[in-house]
């Protein structure tokens, strides 16, 4: 048995509501893999290595790693985004094999969330479910929900692959540009569309 043969990577953009799209498809039945909790896990763990490489000048006065801290440091340079990622992908990366054995086991389609997962193509996963909506609204969500400045929310926009590129290159598109009825209907007809296809 190898990892990843049913599994379907659930991605988006930043604030393209991939979140709330994961709770939905999670209630409507689908065991999800989810990579920002083992990522955060990591970050833990590595907490050391982490301080080493940036400072302590990212640590909050519990002695705990302040992410806000840390991703304004890695969001605008990705030389020292190169550098994190060279501490946690190798353990997230042998996690999440380890999960996805799990639910192979069960012999059903499950679902992987891995916010970047075209921008680091570090999983082979053939089929990807991406939660649309248009960059505009992905611009004003983050600005609402983050507090941040317009050219804040741009930046790190910017970091990541364009929304209209990773809606072409995927399997599946659940439209999330309307209210959170349409995001209900959009992911149960991409549930039955993933069941479809692997019946």
Not at 132 to 141: G, I, S, V
Not at 154 to 179: F, Y
């Amino acid at each position: 048995m190898k990892p990843f043969e049913r599994a379907v990577a659930l991605t988006g953009g930043i604030a393209t509501g991939k979140s709330t799209a994961a709770v939905i498809l999670s209630m409507l039945g689908f065991r999800i893999i989810d990579a920002d909790t083992i990522a955060h896990r990591m970050l833990e763990l590595h907490t050391p290595e982490i301080v080493r490489e940036f400072g302590e000048g990212i640590l909050d006065e519990t002695g705990a790693i302040e992410r806000k801290r840390l991703g304004a440091i890695v969001f605008g340079d990705p030389e020292a985004r190169a550098r994190l990622e060279a501490i946690l992908h190798p353990p997230i990366r042998e996690e999440i094999e380890r999960e996805s054995l799990r639910q192979e086991r069960l012999g059903k389609p499950y679902l992987i969330d891995i916010p970047l997962f075209y921008e680091t193509g570090h999983y082979p996963i053939e089929r990807v479910t991406v939660v649309y909506a248009p960059r505009q609204t992905q611009l004003e969500r983050l600005i609402k929900r983050d507090g941040l400045s317009q050219e804040e929310a741009l930046r790190r926009l910017e970091a990541q692959l364009d929304i209209e590129t990773k809606r072409s290159r995927a399997d599946w598109v659940i439209d999330n540009s309307g209210d959170l009825r349409q995001l209900q209907r959009e992911c149960e007809r991409i549930q039955e569309e993933i069941l479809k296809a692997f019946s």
